[in-house]
């Protein structure tokens, strides 16, 4: 297809056209969330109304099927709470009370409000965005181009996946992998630090197959999670200690004989350099340091090196730590040192999302105009609220709920309480956050917008038709955007001539267009006219074994056991932020981890009935050991705390929980529990060793019955 062809095609998709459908419309969707899945959806519409979500069989990851919270997503685009109309606070920040105000209304106070401190400094201005939508178009496609043209704050965007895309980018040039549906064919199977019958149901339908055929399933694990407890093994390592068990299988690869030496000699770089530090981590060394048994690191390794093909599916529980990057690095180092590489169901895959050719000028940084704004890392925004000799004045909030989902949600709420930071929020519901706005916008759902979408967990792309007309007064984020940069360039004139660029007046299907190379090799052949006759397709990437003979993003194609630009070249074996052998634990002895519940993702299903029933209230899994040295037993109210702050669950008493760890399920609301207070109130705002990540899983708690 053409250049003009696709834009044509790409208008096409991005109008609605079953608002006045007498009967059933079948309208092709896409799934918005943060999950590695990106199902293909479709949606049954009635008179307007959306009447049905459901999975599309032609998709070959979704194969008909949607997890039970996107099944349910009528439920949550009709939802009762639905913000309905922009409002402004009459309340104090926090109350959460508003008073009902026109569009015309909002857009002059939060341009006046924009403009005044602009003025003084458009540094003191921040966007606050993540993953509440992973559209091109709905992201950061408008609201980029808004931001960069005023000069704000830039954010780093960092809260989840950036300390292992760090890692992956060190060792193998880029977020690629293995092609994660062809892990059907694997012999042997390590989910390490994934669990996904909650977070990647479809491929647990792709691993269940293999098992079925007789592959042999490890879980590398702090508990037993649903997805440990279908796996035949299952080694429950203390969190943060990756690297030296990843060690400790490269030792014994090297000590018994079971290396790759022609894949190491031809594709790699410093195979050497780690070989030499992992002699020095044995199963012996690593067990202690793992907490975990020598003679479970030597059958795991055994394993690894002498089953063909064998896949390594990482998630990103693996690098919420201190050594969250290098845990990366060491781990896909494996595949290398193995040969695994070699065969198509082998190697090893954490994102796919490298494999797509976006265009990482859709959010037009061009429109800075040379200047460097400051870096804000979003993983510290309470520091950044409430510390620096220039404090930020604005704070535009979309695509996230940043008072339930960042750490030290203390300090976070403290910082938005300011009653001199003005604070817009885009949202559906009147979430955490929403209660601290002064102006709150109501957004469209996916069901009620354009976009286009890749994935981090395959290797295709999604178009979504938008299914119903917007509810109530909502308005998508790209209109929001696009019609604020018209009134700021009204206030502001030529002393900021980049509002009134071309780029903040495009529609959402050339935003759509420009967020992909569509003339890369990527897309070639039949690849997007499929898009547009399907509304999904398969890139063309990852096919048989990509890095059967080196071809990694590097710069000499070679995978990088080592990097000579840091300061520690090779992974390194370090404790954590909060370690379980420090001082700190004599008095918070227990680590915590917060993974998510089954129907949960996090914040955004928050407050779905259907769904809060089935998750029931917030609990904590802790260990029997644990519990009897506490007086806990199952159903109690306790709290699980440290000097950060403390909130309320009912504990679980189960040996799921390994003995030293305890587990609180998360991300509910703070306003949703019955404490006021949720699991990120006792997380802290230490940083990743790579990419500045959040270290979530690197904190230590005790845990007392509520009295």
Known sequence: MTAQEIRDALDSWSRLNTANHPGISEVQAACPHDCPDTCAMRVHVEGGRVVAVKGDPTHSLTAGTLCTKVSRYAERTYHPDRLKTPMKRVGKKGEGKFAAISWDEAYDAISERLAEIWRRDPQAILPYSYAGTMGQVQGEGMAGRFFHALGASLLDRTICSSAGGEGL???????????????????????????????????????????????????????????AERCHHHLALRPGTDVALAYA???????????????????????????????????????????????QIEALAMAYGSTRPAAIRLNYGIQRHASGGDAVRA???????????????????????????????????DLLGGCTPRMINMSTIGDALNTGDKPLQALLVY??????????????????????????????????????????????????????HSAY??????????????????????RIFRELAQRMAIRLGNSCPALSDPALAASDAEIAYDAFEWMHPAFADEVVPQLFAQGHTRLNAAQGAPFAEG??????????????????????????????????????????????????????????????ALNGPPSVLIHPHDAAARGIVSGQAVRVFNDRGSHQVQAEVSDRARLGVVVVFSVFWHKGTSGGDSCNVVTGQALTDHGGGATFYDCLVDVEVVT
């Open 169 to 227: 980018r060190l060792s193998m040039g880029a977020s690629i992998g293995m092609d994660s549906e062809a892990i059907e064919g694997a012999k042997l199977i390590l989910l390490w630090g994934t669990n996904p019958v909650t977070s990647h149901v479809h491929l647990w339908a792709k691993i269940q197959k293999a098992k079925r055929a007789g592959a042999i399933l490890w879980a590398i694990d702090p508990y037993r999670s649903d997805s």
């Open 399 to 452: 695509n996230s709920n940043p008072v339930a989902v960042a750490p030290d949600s203390s300090a976070v709420r403290r910082g938005f309480a300011r009653e001199d930071l003005f604070t817009v929020v885009l949202e559906h519901f009147q979430t955490d956050t929403a209660d601290y706005a002064d102006i709150l916008l109501p957004a469209t759902t996916q069901l009620e917008h354009f976009d286009i």
């Open 551 to 612: 071809g990694f993003r590097t710069d000499d194609a070679r995978f990088h056991f080592a990097d000579d630009a840091l300061n520690e070249s090779l992974p390194k074996v370090r404790p954590n932020h909060e370690d379980w052998r420090s001082s700190r634990a004599t008095r918070y002895p227990l680590q915590v981890i917060s993974p998510p519940p089954r129907h949960l993702l996090n914040s955004s299903f928050g407050n779905v009935a259907s769904l809060s």
């Open 457 to 478: 967990g395959h290797v295709h792309v999604l178009l979504n038709r938008p299914a119903i007309a917007p509810l109530a007064q909502a308005r998508s984020n790209s």
């Open 331 to 365: 781990v896909m180092a494996l595949p290398a040192l193995a040969g695994h590489w070699r065969d198509a169901s082998g190697g090893a895959v954490l994102s796919t999302s490298g494999w797509a050719p976006r265009c990482s000028g859709v959010s037009r940084p």
């Open 249 to 295: 299988i490269a030792h014994v690869l090297q000590r018994d004989g079971l290396l790759d030496q022609d894949y190491i000699d031809k594709y790699t770089k410093d195979a050497e350099r780690f070989l030499s530090v992992a002699a020095e981590w044995s199963p012996a060394r690593a067990a202690v340091w793992c907490d975990v048994t020598e003679a």
